[in-house]
């Protein structure tokens, strides 16, 4: 429907004189309605923005933005106002805030018309929204020169648009515990980044990373967020309308603190055990009957969480492999594992209920005892993850429906254990993520993106998903057929040769060359991490043949990567991590083809080869992450280079 609306627009456009048939417009994410008017709307210059509401001074940021856009964009400049005795011939932008117009929370009219443009809500969320999509098409029409007069000024189509979110709670989540975590600059820039895109929630994963001042030993070599870091992000992401929630993983992933001395008598196993895949050095969990386990996650929320303005806070509890395995053995046989799990857990539901807020949790443990799940706090929320396409969202959805628990569904963007992302499932994740969230009523919905095995991927790979999960998640009917390398190429890439976001969609496919399907990842990311000898497990036929064509196709993407004509202030840094991306991708596939006996690769071609990518990828490490954590994700390539020697 969208898409024959769309183009009824470029038409009445063309006849203007505006905009070719070939130009189609694009936003992100696309609103729930829009309709074409007659006319268009020249933004002159010494005009004035009017916030037309009784406390002007919320509306203010939401202002500023539009402000700025249009001086930089169109060299326009426009005043900021409050007073209604303006002329209504000098109101440019009227921004309107009107609690009686009944409108969805969060939505907003927004409407383009010869005399100026007006947009209204009930809720400052609302007009942030309103504001981001005139930004966008600022953005996509820019500056149209005017035959009479020498003054650049911008043309809008004239037009309607009623929009508003499907899911009230839409966040990311950026893993910052598996060895990478950003600067301020780089979490700065993603903030506006999803702000744009009207993401209102965002959570930065973590275990170890926090700089807890009474635990210095756990956190002193990962160049951590200090509180005042966490302080300063908090105030940013609330002046544009993103809920930062505190997330402190506090039972399982724990090894980083469970390895010091002063919590290894904490541990459920502290001498290792066996994960589903392999054998785990080491301790993991934290065993549950100890009295010093929620006196130790105790210390950390008073400790953390006044850092935060959000009442919500996400615990973790995820894969807590070893739980009767250790310490917990012998209560685990009596009660069962599922009851010692759902004990411990509702101690830490007391400890965060307490101090005010309410408690998110993965969810993986429960559902594999489903009984237990009416047994749940009805406050408490239930984070339903998972990241491959058929992931049973729905099954699981309607349990916690049917038990009246509140729960958000958590796809991911598939671009972690990956290298160049996982296109074709990501978009099928978090396809089906949306749909079933909605069908059962999920308060929320998280997209994970996570940085297991040494956050291998650059940021930049995750962007598809990102913008895919907050397409699907904000007006789901009116986006689940969105181009989404269209819209990459405009808000994510800002690209006016419309390359990289066709170049990250096209790498991110490159996986399935090989023929192999695994789970939470992709199989050339495999053979990096694994030594040659492991691999006897791979049923490949035809190596030279798979990997060969493979090569051909990831050459075929990168010599796209040159041409790219990016605005972005970061746009030689944006080439540089898809270079890097490249090289990886065809040390893999060589890498390959040597494994499986090609005669055409030598083991000195291919130590040098990954030298030279080693050396590059530190250096495009630093340039938007923190040095803490470099050591460890580079340990991750011994493997590969001790294949060589």
Same mark, same amino acid.
């Given at each position: 429907?969208?898409?024959?609306?769309?183009?009824?627009i470029?038409?009445?456009?063309?006849?203007l004189?505006?905009?070719?048939l070939t130009?189609?417009?694009?936003?992100?994410?696309l609103?729930?309605?829009?309709?074409?008017?007659?006319?268009?709307?020249?933004?002159?210059?010494?005009?004035?923005?009017?916030?037309?509401?009784?406390?002007?001074?919320?509306?203010?940021?939401?202002?500023?933005?539009?402000?700025?856009?249009?001086?930089?964009?169109?060299?326009?400049?426009?005043?900021?106002?409050?007073?209604?005795?303006?002329?209504?011939?000098?109101?440019?932008?009227?921004l309107?805030?009107?609690?009686?117009?009944?409108?969805?929370?969060?939505g907003y009219?927004?409407?383009?018309?010869p005399?100026?443009?007006?947009?209204?809500?009930?809720?400052?969320?609302?007009?942030?929204?309103?504001?981001?999509?005139?930004?966008?098409?600022?953005?996509?029409?820019?500056?149209i020169?005017d035959?009479?007069?020498?003054?650049?000024?911008?043309?809008?189509?004239?037009?309607?648009i009623?929009?508003?979110?499907?899911?009230?709670?839409?966040?990311?989540?950026?893993?910052?515990?598996?060895?990478?975590?950003?600067?301020?600059?780089?979490i700065?820039d993603?903030?506006?980044?999803?702000?744009?895109?009207?993401?209102?929630?965002?959570?930065?994963?973590?275990?170890?990373t926090?700089?807890?001042?009474?635990?210095?030993?756990?956190?002193?070599?990962?160049?951590?967020?200090?509180?005042?870091?966490?302080?300063?992000?908090?105030?940013?992401?609330?002046?544009?309308?993103i809920?930062?929630?505190?997330?402190?993983?506090?039972?399982?992933?724990?090894?980083?603190?469970?390895?010091?001395?002063?919590?290894?008598?904490?541990?459920?196993?502290?001498?290792?055990?066996?994960?589903?895949?392999?054998?785990?050095?080491?301790?993991?969990?934290?065993?549950?009957?100890?009295?010093?386990?929620?006196?130790?996650?105790?210390?950390?929320?008073?400790?953390?969480l006044?850092?935060?303005?959000?009442?919500?806070?996400?615990?973790?509890?995820?894969?807590?492999?070893?739980l009767?395995?250790?310490?917990?053995?012998?209560?685990?046989?009596?009660?069962?594992?599922?009851?010692?799990?759902?004990?411990?857990?509702?101690?830490?539901?007391?400890?965060?209920?307490?101090?005010?807020?309410?408690?998110?949790?993965?969810?993986?443990?429960i559902m594999?005892?489903?009984?237990?799940v009416?047994?749940?706090?009805?406050?408490?929320?239930?984070?339903e993850?998972?990241?491959?396409?058929?992931?049973?969202?729905?099954?699981?959805?309607?349990? !916690? /429906?049917? #038990?009246?628990i509140?729960?958000?569904?958590?796809?991911? +963007? &598939? *671009?972690? %254990?990956?290298? $160049?992302?996982?296109?074709?499932?990501?978009?099928?994740?978090?396809?089906?993520?949306?749909?079933?969230?909605l069908?059962?009523?999920?308060?929320?919905?998280?997209?994970?993106?996570?940085?297991?095995?040494?956050?291998?991927q650059?940021l930049?790979?995750?962007?598809?998903?990102?913008?895919?999960?907050?397409? !699907? /998640?904000? #007006?789901?009917?009116?986006?689940?057929?969105?181009?989404? +390398? &269209? *819209?990459? %190429?405009?808000? $994510?890439?800002?690209?006016t040769?419309?390359?990289?976001g066709?170049?990250?969609?096209?790498?991110?496919?490159?996986?399935?060359?090989?023929?192999?399907?695994?789970?939470?990842?992709?199989?050339?990311?495999?053979?990096?991490?694994?030594?040659?000898?492991s691999?006897?497990?791979?049923p490949?036929?035809?190596?030279?043949?798979?990997?060969?064509?493979?090569?051909?196709?990831?050459d075929?993407? &990168?010599?796209?990567?040159?041409? $790219?004509?990016?605005?972005?202030?970061?746009?030689?840094?944006?080439?540089?991590?898809?270079?890097?991306?490249?090289?990886?991708?065809?040390?893999?596939?060589?890498?390959?083809?040597?494994?499986?006996?090609?005669?055409?690769?030598?083991?000195?071609?291919?130590?040098?080869?990954?030298?030279?990518?080693?050396?590059?990828?530190?250096?495009?490490?630093?340039?938007?992450?923190?040095?803490?954590?470099?050591?460890?994700?580079?340990?991750?390539?011994?493997?590969?280079?001790?294949?060589?020697?």
């Amino acid at each position: 429907m969208l898409g024959k609306m769309y183009t009824s627009i470029n038409e009445s456009l063309r006849r203007l004189g505006l905009v070719t048939l070939t130009q189609q417009i694009t936003l992100l994410p696309l609103p729930r309605h829009l309709n074409l008017n007659e006319g268009v709307a020249r933004l002159s210059d010494k005009h004035f923005i009017l916030l037309d509401c009784d406390h002007p001074q919320s509306l203010l940021f939401s202002a500023k933005r539009i402000k700025n856009v249009l001086h930089s964009q169109l060299n326009i400049d426009y005043e900021i106002v409050a007073s209604k005795s303006i002329p209504a011939e000098l109101i440019g932008l009227r921004l309107r805030l009107d609690a009686g117009e009944r409108l969805h929370p969060q939505g907003y009219t927004l409407d383009i018309k010869p005399d100026g443009v007006s947009a209204c809500a009930e809720d400052e969320a609302g007009l942030f929204y309103a504001t981001s999509t005139l930004i966008q098409l600022i953005q996509y029409y820019g500056a149209i020169p005017d035959e009479e007069h020498s003054l650049p000024h911008a043309t809008l189509p004239c037009l309607h648009i009623a929009d508003w979110p499907d899911f009230l709670n839409r966040g990311y989540m950026l893993d910052i515990s598996r060895d990478k975590v950003p600067t301020m600059e780089t979490i700065y820039d993603l903030v506006d980044l999803i702000a744009s895109w009207k993401i209102n929630q965002l959570q930065l994963y973590t275990e170890h990373t926090f700089a807890y001042q009474n635990h210095p030993e756990v956190w002193k070599d990962a160049s951590p967020f200090t509180g005042g870091e966490i302080l300063a992000l908090d105030a940013y992401c609330q002046e544009r309308f993103i809920e930062l929630v505190p997330n402190q993983n506090s039972f399982g992933h724990l090894e980083h603190w469970l390895s010091h001395p002063r919590y290894s008598t904490l541990a459920e196993s502290p001498d290792g055990f066996d994960l589903p895949w392999g054998d785990h050095m080491g301790p993991y969990s934290l065993c549950p009957l100890d009295p010093g386990s929620i006196t130790l996650i105790s210390s950390l929320y008073g400790e953390l969480l006044p850092h935060f303005s959000s009442c919500q806070f996400n615990v973790g509890c995820d894969e807590t492999f070893d739980l009767g395995l250790g310490r917990s053995k012998a209560a685990c046989e009596q009660f069962g594992t599922g009851q010692v799990y759902l004990d411990f857990l509702l101690k830490i539901y007391h400890e965060v209920s307490q101090r005010g807020f309410s408690m998110q949790f993965w969810s993986d443990i429960i559902m594999a005892h489903p009984e237990l799940v009416p047994a749940l706090p009805n406050d408490c929320i239930a984070l339903e993850w998972g990241y491959e396409a058929n992931h049973p969202f729905a099954e699981h959805a309607e349990r !916690y /429906s049917q #038990a009246g628990i509140q729960f958000y569904v958590c796809p991911g +963007t &598939s *671009a972690w %254990n990956s290298i $160049a992302g996982r296109t074709e499932n990501c978009l099928q994740n978090i396809s089906s993520a949306a749909t079933s969230g909605l069908k059962y009523s999920a308060l929320g919905f998280l997209n994970t993106d996570w940085g297991d095995n040494g956050h291998w991927q650059v940021l930049p790979v995750s962007y598809l998903g990102i913008a895919a999960g907050t397409a !699907y /998640s904000w #007006a789901y009917e009116a986006n689940k057929s969105i181009d989404i +390398t &269209s *819209a990459l %190429n405009r808000f $994510a890439f800002q690209d006016t040769s419309n390359r990289l976001g066709d170049i990250a969609y096209h790498l991110g496919n490159v996986y399935r060359e090989i023929g192999i399907q695994l789970d939470n990842k992709s199989a050339l990311f495999e053979f990096l991490q694994r030594p040659i000898h492991s691999w006897r497990g791979f049923p490949l036929e035809e190596p030279d043949q798979v990997f060969n064509r493979a090569l051909e196709l990831i050459d075929q993407i &990168s010599s796209n990567i040159p041409e $790219a004509s990016s605005r972005r202030p970061d746009h030689q840094l944006l080439q540089r991590e898809f270079h890097l991306t490249v090289k990886l991708l065809r040390h893999a596939c060589l890498r390959g083809l040597y494994g499986f006996g090609s005669s055409q690769i030598s083991a000195s071609y291919l130590y040098d080869d990954l030298k030279a990518v080693i050396s590059e990828y530190k250096d495009v490490w630093l340039l938007r992450n923190r040095p803490g954590g470099l050591k460890d994700s580079l340990a991750h390539f011994d493997i590969v280079l001790n294949d060589y020697k």
